[in-house]
Structures are given as structure tokens and as C-alpha cells.
């Protein structure tokens, strides 16, 4: 039994994975963290952050894209994103009363980029909203992935 909870199991998890895995060579340097690229890690962490504040009041309802990247001479990067949602009213929600909520998700989600890319993070954040962005090819193609409707 495995518990994501309390992390129960989990030590057990790995020792019988790593058992049962036959030796190989690395495929990548033993400090690169991903194969995905930076943009789609910075979305991801906002995503997620975006997830984590809104649990029951957005399930599923946002995506979050990374529209540009910026590398500074300081060494930071000012990275812009889009909160995706698909109704006026589920903006609402994510901006929250008086931009308290975005403001939120903000500053934790840079607090996380900062953390993961080891340099400071200039963070702009918009929400936007975007009817049908689940059905939206367009949104698959840039993932990777085919979009059979």
C-alpha cells in the first residue's frame, strides 16, 4: 500500500522499482532535472500554483501558456504568461477581489520558477478567457500531442 498523503509505502515503492529494472546507460547529464523545455516548466509551475489556491472553485477549468521569455542581462528572466479560463466569470475568480488572488499565485509561482531555475524570475501574469481552449487543437499541437474531436 502506497499513501501520497503521508509518503507511507513510498520508500518501499522505489526499493522494489529500482530492483526490478535492469541496468542501462544515462540517458541524460546527471544534473539536467527534465527533458521538457524551460517555457513549458514555467507554465506548469504556475499551472499549479493556479490549482493549488483555486482547488474547488476551478477544477480543470484553466491552462496556463508562456507567451514570451525574456533572458536579462542581470542573468534574471522576465517571463509573461496567460491564465487561460472559459467564462468571464471564472476570470473573476482568478483574479480575485481586488487582484488579491492573482497577486497570490504570482508571487508563488515565481517563489517556485526562482527556486527551479536558480535565478531571479521577473513574473507577469494575465488572465484571459478563452471559450472551448479544451477543445482547441491549436492547444494539443503546441503540447505535442494530435487532437481527434
Do not use: C
Not at 12 to 27: A, F, M, Q, V
Not at 116 to 127: A, G, P, T
Request: no cysteine.
Amino acid at each position: 500500500m502506497v499513501s501520497a498523503l503521508t509518503g507511507d509505502g513510498v520508500a518501499d515503492l522505489r526499493r522494489r522499482l529500482t530492483e526490478s529494472l535492469p541496468p542501462g546507460p544515462w540517458l541524460f547529464p546527471a544534473d539536467q532535472l527534465s527533458d521538457a523545455q524551460e517555457r513549458w516548466l514555467a507554465a506548469e509551475a504556475t499551472r499549479e500554483q493556479v490549482f493549488l489556491q483555486l482547488h474547488d472553485e476551478l477544477p480543470y477549468a484553466a491552462t496556463v501558456e508562456t507567451e514570451s521569455w525574456e533572458e536579462r542581462r542581470d542573468g534574471s528572466a522576465r517571463i509573461e504568461q496567460v491564465i487561460y479560463v472559459q467564462r468571464p466569470t471564472q476570470r473573476a475568480i482568478v483574479l480575485g477581489e481586488g487582484g488579491r488572488r492573482i497577486k497570490a499565485i504570482g508571487a508563488r509561482a515565481r517563489a517556485e520558477l526562482e527556486q527551479m531555475f536558480d535565478r531571479r524570475i521577473h513574473l507577469f501574469l494575465f488572465v484571459k478567457v478563452r471559450e472551448n481552449w479544451v477543445e482547441d487543437p491549436e492547444r494539443y499541437a503546441a503540447l505535442g500531442l494530435d487532437y481527434n474531436a
